[in-house]
Nanobody, 125 residues
Framework: QVQVVESGGGLVQPGSSLRLSCTAS????????IAWFRQAPGKEREGVSC????????YYLDSKKGRFTISRDNAKNTVYLQMNSLKPEDTAVYYC??????????????????WGQGTQVTVSS
């Protein structure tokens, strides 16, 4: 059974850092991409970042480059999203997702087959 589980969200002040974790199970972890999306109230879900071990591809939403960094620890079946210099507009539910259909990254939600339950990130003073 394929599962992806997010953790690490919380309430932080502007300018703070936070590291989200996504732990995957039930499939050959290092063959497929793991992506982070986020969805703020009243907005569409948007791709934040993605990493694929098999072809080495990574993807970042343009506005997140330089502040967000994605990495993976294959021994722990975990992908991390390090978020620095957080802003109030980063407030959203952050989701982890994987595709067992494609081995490359995409910023489109429809590219991914399995989703976690989400973790809330709130940036507020």
């Amino acid at each position: 059974q394929v599962q992806v589980v997010e953790s690490g969200g919380g309430l932080v002040q502007p300018g703070s850092s936070l590291r989200l974790s996504c732990t995957a199970s039930g499939f050959t972890y290092d063959y497929y991409p793991i992506a982070w999306f986020r969805q703020a109230p009243g907005k569409e879900r948007e791709g934040v970042s993605c990493i694929s071990h098999r072809d080495g591809s990574t993807y970042y939403l343009d506005s997140k480059k330089g502040r967000f960094t994605i990495s993976r620890d294959n021994a722990k079946n975990t992908v991390y999203l390090q978020m620095n210099s957080l802003k109030p507009e980063d407030t959203a539910v952050y989701y982890c997702a994987t595709s067992l259909t494609y081995y490359y990254c995409s910023g489109s939600p429809g590219h991914y087959d399995y989703w976690g339950q989400g973790t809330q990130v709130t940036v507020s003073s």
